[in-house]
């Protein structure tokens, strides 16, 4: 009998193994808290790891869609001082794929969901609970009564995930609070700040805080704030008015990316999971990306919740009658692969938000002696 599996999730790590395990003839269902791929903001852009992201594109035979959306110029990043003065400036070799592309996360989604058969998705479905059945599996609630049943599930629900407290009662913890603007047309709109921002990334770094920007294929720029985490209210940071008076002092160059943005900013907490969470393998159920190893954004979730789709469909794809081994075969790969990546992520979030930041990035920049 063929099993059933089920993901709780649409994000990238979901679809992505859906997608590779269709490749496999293997079938998944993927329920999708969202009313349809348009309902919301995906968010800003991505950069892709060959060793990571794109390996798992690769894996579900994408990699020429992918390339075909990348933007490799968008590879340029700069970091500057708060009196505008640049401390570092990496550019990217024109047209070339070799490092870390950037790519819109709304388009990286749509190519995965367009990769998928009808149907895969199903939309408006968010897991409230899963049950353990007495004969193996787990019966599935959504919210507004909907319900269902598999023999393999699979959290890829992202940070708050529903899955994760059936094999681990990991704590989260704030690391940072995070602001963003967006900024529309911003070449015709604002030319100053386009040109300002480039296109690629910009970090404007002072004494534990981060004034960000990045350039999306739309044409539209995403500013993201990082402030260390408090217990201020969320409500403290949606004024462009209080915004700027943290910032008082910095160039007004700078501080033109906050007076930009369209509407008011919006604002949330980032949280990360210790570093080293593992738990006991339990059959018929898994964790991948920010449901297993949620860490500070500084550039690995996504890639690595795609490489975690990856091995374990390459895993279930070796032995689809015993998904059980196949399971664990990937739980302990992941836990030896995670745990230097969410270390390194928590030193350099710490670094980022620390007194002397703008001095610890530019040495962690700084190319190694060959």
Not at 214 to 230: E, F, H, M, T
Not at 300 to 314: C, F, R, V, Y
């Amino acid at each position: 009998m063929m099993m059933r599996i089920a993901i709780a999730g649409g994000g990238l790590g979901g679809l992505t193994l859906a997608r590779i395990l269709h490749r496999h003839g293997i079938a998944a269902v993927v329920y999708e808290r969202e009313a349809s791929r348009s309902a919301r903001s995906q968010g800003g852009s991505l950069d892709l790891h060959p060793e990571s992201g794109q390996r798992a594109l690769a894996d579900a035979g994408l990699a020429g869609e992918f390339r075909s959306e990348a933007r490799p110029e968008s590879e340029e990043h700069r970091i500057l001082d708060p009196a505008g003065r640049t401390l570092v400036h990496h550019r990217p070799q024109p047209g070339s794929f070799s490092g870390r592309p950037e790519i819109d996360r709304s388009a990286l989604r749509d190519l995965l969901l367009d990769s998928l058969p009808a149907g895969t998705v199903v939309w408006q479905h968010r897991l409230v609970a899963a049950t353990p059945r007495a004969g193996g599996g787990f019966g599935l609630t959504f919210d507004g009564g909907h319900s269902g049943d598999c023999d393999v599930l699979i959290g890829a629900d992202r940070a708050r995930s529903v899955v994760r407290p059936l094999l681990t009662d990991a704590p989260l913890s704030g690391v940072a609070t995070l602001v963003e603007l967006s900024i529309g047309d911003a070449d015709r709109r604002h030319p100053d700040v386009a040109e300002l921002v480039g296109p690629g990334n910009l970090w404007c770094i002072g004494v534990r805080r981060i004034l960000a920007a990045q350039r999306l294929g739309d044409g539209s720029i995403r500013v993201g704030i990082s402030l260390p985490a408090d217990d201020r209210r969320l409500d403290t940071y949606r004024s462009k008015r209080a915004l700027l008076d943290m910032f008082d002092g910095w160039d007004p160059g700078l501080t033109a990316l906050i007076e930009a943005g369209d509407g008011p900013p919006s604002a949330r907490r980032i949280e990360a999971m210790p570093t080293g969470t593992r738990w006991a393998h339990r059959p018929g159920i898994t964790l991948i990306g920010d449901a297993a190893h949620l860490m500070p954004p500084v550039g690995e979730g996504a890639n690595q919740a795609m490489l975690d789709a990856a091995e374990l469909a390459a895993q279930l794809a070796a032995d689809p009658a015993d998904p059980g081994s196949a399971i664990r075969a990937y739980e302990e790969a992941m836990f030896t692969r995670i745990r230097p990546i969410a270390e390194m992520s928590a030193r350099v979030q710490a670094m980022m938000l620390s007194p002397t930041a703008a001095d610890d990035i530019v040495r962690f920049f700084a190319p190694r002696p060959t």
